[in-house]
């Protein structure tokens, strides 16, 4: 069964350091998604992305993240400068058409910024 | 906006036993509203979902009824086993096309053999 992948499941980092946290959604799939949990919290929506542009994102995802589709593949989130606040697990999920209704998501990432 | 309120947990059941889990909801329009589970080390899953007012969604023994008059989505077992041990997140999407997942805070479910 096709699912989404994340690497790496666990990134340590100093802060003010720049991460880029990469996914792969299912294949056939047109809508992408980045959310974080943070230890404890609730799961935040981020950023929506279709058709190579952002369509959604929250109050979160300030001038220090982006999100890019480099290739046919690959999803990505960057953070620019970490700060100890995005210590969070982020989840990538992807959706398959606008008349789809379910976002399949990745196992996380854990990033941890010290 | 939107928003999802979930049954404050833990909750620590022994096998066999009933479960409800208590969720309800803010919404303008008609959202799709779901139950993801996450396992001990582990990403989110999809257990069910209702897309409509009345709907019942099923998987694995759990259900849960889509209720427009109540605004709520409460997940339901008739006899959980040990292995159903998680945490239960209720959640909603829009009809914007972006779809966006709105979560409630999650309940933290132990079942003891």
């Known amino acids: 069964e096709p699912e989404v992948t994340q690497t790496p499941s666990h990134q340590v980092t100093q802060m003010g350091q720049e991460v880029i946290l990469r996914c792969v959604p299912i294949?056939?799939?047109?809508?992408f998604y980045w959310y974080r949990q943070i230890l404890g919290q609730k799961v935040e929506f981020l950023v929506s992305?279709?058709?190579?542009?952002?369509?959604?994102k929250s109050e979160i995802f300030d001038d220090q993240f982006s999100v890019e589709r480099p290739d046919g593949s690959n999803f990505t989130l960057k953070i620019r400068s970490t700060k100890l606040e995005d210590s969070a697990m982020y989840f990538c999920?992807?959706?398959?058409?606008?008349?789809?209704?379910?976002?399949?998501f990745g196992p996380g990432t854990r990033l941890t910024v010290l | 906006g939107n928003s999802v309120t979930q049954m404050e947990g833990p909750v620590t059941l022994s096998e066999e036993a009933f479960l409800t889990i208590n969720c309800t909801y803010t919404a303008t329009g008609y959202p799709s509203l779901f139950w993801y589970v996450q396992y001990p080390g582990e990403g989110l899953q999809l257990l069910l979902k209702?897309?409509?007012?009345?709907d019942k969604g099923s998987n694995k023994g759990f259900e849960a009824t889509y209720r427009k008059e109540t605004t709520s989505f409460h997940l339901e077992k008739g006899s959980v086993q040990v292995s159903d041990s998680a945490v239960y997140f209720c959640a909603l999407s829009d009809q914007g096309s972006a779809r966006q997942l709105t979560f409630g805070s999650g309940t933290q479910l132990t079942v003891l053999p």
């Open positions: 294949s056939n799939h047109l809508y």
């Open positions: 209702a897309t409509k007012a009345d």
């Open positions: 999920a992807s959706r398959e058409s606008w008349g789809a209704d379910t976002q399949y």
């Open positions: 992305f279709y058709n190579n542009e952002i369509s959604e």
